[in-house]
């Protein structure tokens, strides 16, 4: 199965907002509300920053949200932090595995 | 605080063995779907293989099934990878992960991860 398509890279100014889509098919985006996301900063443990589309687990700036329309998914992050630079990944519930997209690096200017 | 520590990467010659180890602490161990993860250098990220709470059920990627064995023991707290007939393309670091709301062996989303051990499958 091949994974979520997202953007290899975002970037934006401190104070900016950006988003990040992540784009599949009707049998994974499209077809279930169990998107997640999760921000990876280098050479950590990934950490997840939105769930079931745009839930926030305790703990996550209200900076970051989520959203989906149709095949794709959607990550919003406001008021853009240093801190914020990382890579991040959407996933996706599907009938079979846990899929992932391939990562999108957020630089940070 | 919730903590996942993982062990037991290494170097290992194609066609080799190597058993990852994970140990859990900061909550109830038995009462979670656990999770195998992986991530080849400078790639995304893939699950690999998640085991329920009691161990009784296992599911695995395509690729590795016949030769990974995720098991669990919940009186140590612990979660293992057992791997075999290496190759090449499993080389990446492994995550141990903690599921939720886990239906027919597919996760919705992995809520903690560990730091990860990286396994190089290389002559």
């Known amino acids: 199965q091949s994974a979520l398509t997202q953007p290899a890279s975002v970037s934006g100014s401190p104070g900016q907002s950006i988003t990040i889509s992540c784009t599949g098919t009707?049998?994974?985006?499209?077809?279930?509300?169990?998107v997640s996301w999760y921000q990876q900063h280098p050479g950590k443990a990934p950490k997840l920053m939105i769930y079931d589309v745009s839930n926030r687990p305790s703990g996550v700036s209200n900076r970051f949200s989520g959203s989906k329309s149709g095949n794709t998914a959607s990550l919003t992050i406001s008021g853009l932090q240093a801190e914020d630079e990382a890579d991040y990944y959407c996933?996706?519930?599907?009938?079979?595995?846990?899929?992932f997209g391939g990562g999108t690096k957020l630089t940070v200017l | 605080d919730v903590q996942l520590v993982e062990s037991g990467g290494g170097l290992v010659q194609p066609g080799g063995s190597l058993r990852l180890s994970c140990a859990a602490s900061g909550f109830t161990f038995s009462n979670y779907w656990m999770t195998w993860v992986r991530q080849a250098p400078g790639k995304g990220l893939e699950w690999v293989a998640n085991?329920?709470?009691?161990?009784?059920?296992?599911y695995y990627l395509d690729s590795v099934k016949g030769r990974f064995t995720i098991s669990r023991d919940n009186a140590k707290n612990s979660l293992y990878l057992e791997m075999n007939s290496l190759r090449a393309e499993d080389t990446a670091v492994y995550y141990c992960?903690?599921?939720?709301?886990?239906?027919?062996?597919?996760?919705?989303?992995?809520?903690?991860w560990g730091q990860g051990t990286l396994v190089t499958v290389s002559s």
């Open positions: 009707s049998s994974d985006v499209g077809g279930y509300n169990y």
């Open positions: 992960a903690r599921g939720r709301y886990c239906t027919n062996g597919v996760c919705y989303r992995f809520d903690y």
């Open positions: 996933s996706s519930y599907t009938s079979s595995i846990t899929k």
């Open positions: 085991i329920k709470q009691d161990g009784s059920e296992k």
